[in-house]
């Protein structure tokens, strides 16, 4: 500790900080694709392009999950001449090619999200892959199952099935308790009961924390007329299929009867907490309840989608997208920084009255933060009548200079030495900002006791 006599004298005290967060939030959109074959070298699959970026420039996702890519030059296609072909903002996680001729692939955008490791776990006949996500500002990340079911209704086709949701459910089942994950894709399920992959989807069992949930729900039987709006397959019949001016590219018809695409969710987000759905924004993307058994462009027209829209949906895919909105719990990004300090030497010949020891700065960058106390421990050997107070002050400058800051903070009668706090601040510092705050003290008389300042404790 240093002794100074002063009639005012000022001191600083961090080289660190205890940081206690605050929360806020933010959303992202999320959409499910089936593509149909999509590649970059079938002519045909290349004339979709234009539809494919209508109807992106509609439902604006911010991470799109897709099946039925043909292999990865395919991916980079999609990626470069439909979701960057006018400006970069997608990213493609980790590709793995399964030399299957249907892949699956993950984008995003990356001004919301990072990427990790990309699985892929092999089964008889398409592997189920494992994404991981994190969104900005979100301490954990999101696993990402993306899979292609076995197709058909013989009893060897639902074994395969249900084989194939065992191997989703294993992996799932060694993610850790409470992660954030979800299952996506064509389950290629004519109904709940189509063998035993959709009761083990969400069945629930001792030791087990892989399960998943719905974000929605509907009375009866999903493949029944009355729940025609969450139908994904198919937006075409043969008679419409005719009309198509790049063929059908292998797509089914048969008209909307079947919700083939599902989105599933953990308990984490299932769960009210950390990331959760929006309300009411899970959708079979252009269906409004109204085609059961009819292509998505017979009448009546869609109550809200353009004629151009529910066309394009028709063209591109014999499956409709599946749309959701997630919220999520984020904490703004504060990084605390002790950047100047002065020797004693350093202040012998100034104005001791206005000259911090040393400050700290506060950099904000990926949200703004309201900070709402500063706490420290005050020491030394000085008595309670001298110092008669501490001050906090804060400016967007970073050279300490009290006659350009603004008080905020004001501790009058402190007191010996011990825990002080500066409380119900309510100081505003917003995304992007670097501020600088100091601590004074109004030493009375001539004291040549000791006066010390411990790190301080930020809370936003």
């Known amino acids: 500790m240093t002794r100074f006599k002063s009639a005012f004298f000022i001191f600083i005290f961090s080289l660190s900080v205890y940081v206690v967060c605050g929360q806020n939030t ?11 074959n999509y590649s970059s070298s079938n002519n045909n699959s290349v004339a979709r392009v234009a539809e494919f970026k209508l109807l992106i420039g509609e439902m604006l996702p911010d991470v799109l999950v897709c099946q039925e890519i043909i ?20 990213s493609m996680a980790p590709f793995i090619t399964s030399g299957t001729g249907l892949d699956n692939a993950v984008y995003y955008k990356t001004a919301k999200f990072t990427s990790g490791p990309t699985k892929a776990y092999p089964t008889n006949l398409r592997p189920i892959y494992r994404f991981s996500v994190v969104p900005t500002g979100f301490a954990d990340t999101i696993y990402v199952f993306s899979v292609h079911l076995k197709a058909g209704s013989t009893t060897s086709d639902r074994a395969q099935r249900d084989a194939e949701v065992d191997t989703l459910r ?3 089942n060694l993610l850790p308790p409470n992660s954030y994950f979800m299952t996506m894709g064509d389950f290629n399920l004519k109904s709940e009961n189509d063998g035993n992959s959709y009761t083990r989807l969400l069945e629930q069992l001792p030791g087990e924390t892989g399960n998943f949930y719905e974000f929605i729900s509907w009375t009866g039987s999903w493949a029944n007329a009355s729940n025609a709006i969450l139908h994904t397959q198919s937006p075409r019949t043969t008679t419409s299929q005719a009309n198509i001016p790049y063929g059908t590219l292998g797509g089914a018809p048969g008209g909307m009867d079947d919700r083939f695409d599902l989105v599933l969710g953990s308990a984490a987000m299932y769960n009210s907490g950390g990331v959760d759905i929006v309300p009411g924004t899970y959708e079979a993307f252009g269906n409004a309840g109204l085609h059961y058994n009819l292509a998505l462009t017979d009448a009546p027209a869609h109550p809200t989608l353009s004629s151009q829209i529910i066309e394009a949906l028709h063209n591109v895919s014999d499956h409709l997208p599946v749309r959701a909105k997630f919220s999520y719990e984020i904490q703004p990004d504060a990084l605390v920084r002790n950047p100047l300090g002065y020797s004693i030497s350093d202040i012998q010949n100034r104005d001791r009255s206005n000259f911090p020891l040393r400050g700290t700065r506060i950099s904000v960058s990926n949200a703004p933060v309201t900070i709402t106390q500063v706490r420290f421990e005050a020491t030394g050997n000085y008595n309670q009548a001298d110092v008669a107070e501490f001050k906090l002050l804060v400016s967007t400058q970073p050279n300490f200079d009290v006659a350009a800051s603004t008080i905020i903070g004001t501790i009058s009668n402190p007191g010996t030495a011990g825990m002080k706090t500066f409380q119900n601040l309510q100081y505003a510092i917003p995304a992007g900002q670097t501020h600088y705050f100091f601590v004074t003290a109004e030493v009375n008389g001539q004291t040549t006791r000791v006066v010390g300042v411990s790190p301080l404790q930020v809370t936003y």
Do not use: R
């Open 26 to 36: 933010a959303d992202f959109t999320l959409v499910n694709w089936n593509l149909l």
């Open 71 to 90: 292999n990865e030059s395919g991916a980079l296609h999609f990626l470069d001449n439909v979701l960057n072909a006018d400006s970069v903002t997608f």
């Open 170 to 172: 294993k992996y799932s």
